[in-house]
Structure formats: structure tokens, C-alpha cells
């Protein structure tokens, strides 16, 4: 089956740094959707690696349906407890033994659960926890979840999409994606600070705009107005590292008169304190922002099968191929369409947008190329799309970078 390419320039929709606006959100490394990204993900690293060892490939599963169920923390500013535990709910499907042999499923799930909240979570030793298992091995092929040997994984010999989707490779990363990022690094150094930061950029030509909620760690700040005094010290200081028109307001809630109102203290760091859930999918995507301007599709990347399935496959090779692209001819964005049982190297579309008049054969070549490659799995068992906090330094650096 030929496959059909479509390399844009005339015409084209605009790249995101081209926008008269942009904007971007991060949530935070500590928010309830991340945390339930990062689980689902490092669980899925474990069980795969585990799987690697064990039988030689990564047996069949999608985690990718993790639920955090937000406790309940009864706390004054210095300290407090605890009184409904923080649940996290593993569902989805996934492999329990290998020709015969049981796997220590349940375990391994529950060790990435925690480790995974211990690192995003800075009051984790304070918070109650709960883990609930809901995952199933139910298949409408018998040995699906259940495999009698490695002849029982089809997609070993030659992968293959299991499913119709589109997915969407930008880079490099705009100026708006590396403030958002900046943004919840800059405050998230803070000892006073929690994790639970959402930032939200606004770029208006060339003057933007950074709104920030971030919470407080309960013990760290005697009072209201030491908070307040905090967070506003921080910000000023981001403005003043930053070239350009930048304005920094924080925790805006019931706020009428300044950018400093909102009290939001918490014993975790996170809202989950409070009750608040989170889902897989529901906030950031694989490149860990939410920036629309990018036309990417909705796959939730975080807890797939990095072996085979192509929301984690898919959007992996659309990355690598936007990166390559982006580093001969300029920012770009790539669309890749995989029909279900589709090899990867053979997509039904593809869609290349660059900045620049790159010759359209030349950029297709280097999607190709991209498309050939198989060495996925390595990189993405070694956590490239796990949630995290980059460096502030390196993050002002692509920043600065990014404006010239």
C-alpha cells in the first residue's frame, strides 16, 4: 500500500512560534493528573524491564487507566494529619503469568506507586496511602494476557500499530513551552514550596504574560503574610532573570486588587490534599505541557505498551522525527496517521511543516529514515516520557535560545 505524503509550505497552518498568540499550560509535577501520569508510567518501565529479564520481551499490557483519588488532610500552617488516605487505583489490562509461571504483578505496581509519589511529592511522609488493584487479563484472544510462550506475541517478529491514530512530533520546543516549564522549576527550588504548580504562559507578540498557582508546604510558613511575601519575592525574581517583557502573577484566586491573593497551603505539596482526583490523560502530553497551538491529537501516552502500542510507539517516532527534521531545516511540526496493523515504517500519511522553503524531498527522507528505526523500546523504558522537573538553568538557557 503506497503511502501518501503531504509536505506543506504554501498555504500552510502557521507553526506555533509564528502565532500572533500562544499559549501553554504545565501542570506541575505534583498535580493529581501528573501523578497519575508519572504512575501509570514508571509502572509500566518496571513491569516491562521486569517482563525483559524474566522472559526475554515485554508481555502485553496498558496501564494507562491509573486513577488518583485525592485523600483528606486536616492541618493548621504548621502541621496536621491525615484522615481519608490518598488512593491510587491501578486499572487497564495486563499479563499475570508466563507459561504458567505467576508475575509478581501486584507488587511491582505497588513499588512504582510509591516510589513514583516519593520523589514527586515532597510531604509524601506525611500522606496516608492506599493502593487498589482493578486490572483484568480479559482478552477476545486466549493467550493474550495469559502467553504460553513468546510465540504468543504476534507483534515480536515485526511490530505493528494495534490500533488507528494520529499523532503529532513538534520541535524544538517554542519559547512560550520552555517559560512554562521554567516557570514550575523556578519556584518548585524553593524549600517553602510544594509541587503541585500549575503555570500558564500567554504570549502576545512579543510580550507575555506568566500566571502561576503554587501551594506552600504547611511548617515552612508561619503566616499568611510570610506566604504572600514569598511568593511575590519569587516572582520578581523570575523577571528579573528574563529578557523581554515579562510579567510573573501568582495564586490570582479572589484576587481583585493585586497578583498576590489565595491562600493554598498543604501537608503533600499537592492538591490531593484536598480531595482533589487525577486521571491518566487528562493534563499534560508526552512532551509534558499542553500547547494546542501544536494540532496534536488526544493519545494518552502514559502507561502504554512501549513495545507495540501506538499512542507510546507512535508518538516516540513522530518526536524522533520531528527533532531530525527540525535540526536541518528549522522548527517543524510532523503528522503521522498508522491505520490498525500497519508496520510503522509504513504510515497512511504523513504531514511535514517547517518553517523555512525546506526541499520537501530532502525532509521526507529524514521522516523516513526516522520511520525505519526500532530501537524504541530502549528509550522509552529509560523513562523519556516520565514527568519530571528539568534544571532552571538549562531551562533559561532554551528560553533565551528560543527568542533569537
Not at 529479564?53 to 486536616?74: F, M, S, Y
Not at 486466549?142 to 494520529?166: G, I, K, M, Q, V
Not at 502561576?212 to 511568593?231: I, N, R, W
Not at 490531593?272 to 491518566?280: A, H, M, N, Q, T
Request: glycine content about 8%; aromatic content about 6%; hydrophobic content about 40%.
Amino acid at each position: 500500500m503506497s503511502t501518501a505524503t503531504r509536505t506543506v509550505s504554501a498555504q500552510r497552518t502557521p507553526l506555533p512560534h509564528e502565532l500572533a498568540v500562544e499559549i501553554v499550560e504545565r501542570k506541575g509535577i505534583g498535580h493529581p493528573d501528573t501523578l497519575a501520569d508519572g504512575i501509570a508510567e514508571l509502572a509500566s518501565i518496571r513491569y516491562s524491564q521486569h517482563c525483559l529479564n524474566e522472559t526475554g520481551a515485554v508481555l502485553h499490557h496498558n496501564l494507562d487507566k491509573v486513577a488518583v483519588l485525592g485523600g483528606r488532610a486536616a492541618f493548621t500552617d504548621t502541621d496536621g494529619v491525615y484522615d481519608r488516605p490518598l488512593r491510587v487505583v491501578f486499572g487497564g489490562r495486563i499479563s499475570t503469568s508466563f507459561a504458567g509461571q505467576e508475575l509478581p504483578v501486584r507488587e511491582i505496581l505497588e513499588q512504582a506507586a510509591v516510589d513514583h509519589l516519593r520523589a514527586a511529592l515532597p510531604g509524601f511522609d506525611r500522606v496516608r496511602l492506599e493502593i487498589r488493584h482493578e486490572t483484568t487479563d480479559s482478552s477476545k484472544f486466549r493467550h493474550w494476557f495469559a502467553p504460553r510462550s513468546l510465540h504468543d506475541l504476534p507483534e515480536r517478529p515485526r511490530p505493528f500499530s494495534n490500533d488507528t491514530a494520529y499523532l503529532v512530533g513538534s520541535a524544538p520546543r517554542t519559547a512560550a513551552e520552555s517559560l512554562a516549564l521554567l516557570a514550575e522549576a523556578w519556584f518548585r527550588n524553593r524549600a517553602w514550596a510544594g509541587s503541585d504548580i500549575k503555570a500558564l504562559v500567554v504570549r502576545r507578540g512579543d510580550a507575555w504574560t506568566v500566571t502561576v498557582c503554587v501551594p506552600a508546604l504547611a511548617g515552612h510558613l508561619a503566616t499568611s503574610a510570610e506566604f504572600d511575601d514569598a511568593v511575590t519575592t519569587c516572582a520578581r525574581e523570575l523577571e528579573q532573570r528574563l529578557p523581554g517583557r515579562v510579567e510573573v502573577v501568582c495564586n490570582t484566586r479572589g484576587s481583585r486588587t493585586g497578583p498576590i491573593s489565595g491562600q493554598y497551603f498543604t501537608l503533600s505539596g499537592s492538591a490531593v490534599d484536598y480531595g482533589e482526583d487525577g486521571l491518566v490523560g487528562r493534563g499534560n502530553a508526552r512532551t509534558g505541557l499542553i500547547s494546542g497551538a501544536h494540532l496534536a491529537g488526544n493519545e494518552a501516552t502514559f502507561g502504554k505498551n512501549p513495545a507495540y502500542h501506538v499512542g507510546k510507539v507512535g508518538g516516540w517516532l513522530a518526536d524522533a522525527a520531528a527533532r531530525a527534521v527540525a535540526a536541518e531545516f528549522g522548527p517543524c511540526r510532523i503528522g503521522l496517521l498508522w491505520r490498525n496493523g500497519a508496520a510503522y515504517d509504513q504510515p497512511a500519511s504523513v504531514e511535514i511543516t517547517t518553517s523555512e522553503q525546506a526541499p520537501p524531498k530532502a525532509a521526507e527522507e529524514l521522516v523516513r529514515a526516522t520511520l525505519a528505526r526500532t530501537d524504541w523500546t530502549e528509550d522509552l523504558l529509560s523513562g523519556r516520557y516520565l514527568p519530571k522537573v528539568e534544571p532552571v538553568e538549562d531551562l533559561l538557557t532554551d528560553f533565551i535560545k528560543a527568542l533569537r
